[in-house]
Nanobody, 126 residues
Framework: QVQLVESGGGLVQAGGSLRLSCAASVPSGRIFSGAFMTWFRQAPGKEREFVAGITWGDGRTDYADSVKGRFTISRDNVKNTLYLQMNSLKPEDTGVYYC????????????????WGQGTQVTVSS
């Protein structure tokens, strides 16, 4: 059973930065190269939305328009860890950030993911 554990959330002022981490525990010890690892977020009263994703093997990335140029997704293949570097944070970035994994194929719809972390709160004050 794959387990995802996020960390790194917190309270930051607008314009500040945070780095989120997602440690993946995989029974085989290796994440499948075709896996699509992503960050989603959910603000109070809103639906969960795609933020950024990366194909584990080739490192191809994808971003929501709202975070392009400010957020960077990356991964460490040795540590089986996913990261999200968030710069120039805005109050509208506030929400619970979730790490999610899909065995194969890129998708932006949360109901098409196989595994989820418990989430980490990010709060950006104005």
């Amino acid at each position: 059973q794959v387990q995802l554990v996020e960390s790194g959330g917190g309270l930051v002022q607008a314009g500040g930065s945070l780095r989120l981490s997602c440690a993946a525990s995989v029974p085989s010890g290796r994440i499948f190269s075709g896996a699509f690892m992503t960050w989603f977020r959910q603000a109070p009263g809103k639906e969960r939305e795609f933020v950024a994703g990366i194909t584990w093997g080739d490192g191809r990335t994808d971003y929501a328009d709202s975070v392009k140029g400010r957020f960077t997704i990356s991964r460490d293949n040795v540590k089986n860890t996913l990261y999200l570097q968030m710069n120039s944070l805005k109050p509208e970035d506030t929400g619970v950030y979730y790490c999610a994994a899909r065995r194969n194929g890129r998708t932006y719809f949360p109901n098409e993911y196989d595994y989820w972390g418990q989430g980490t709160q990010v709060t950006v004050s104005s």
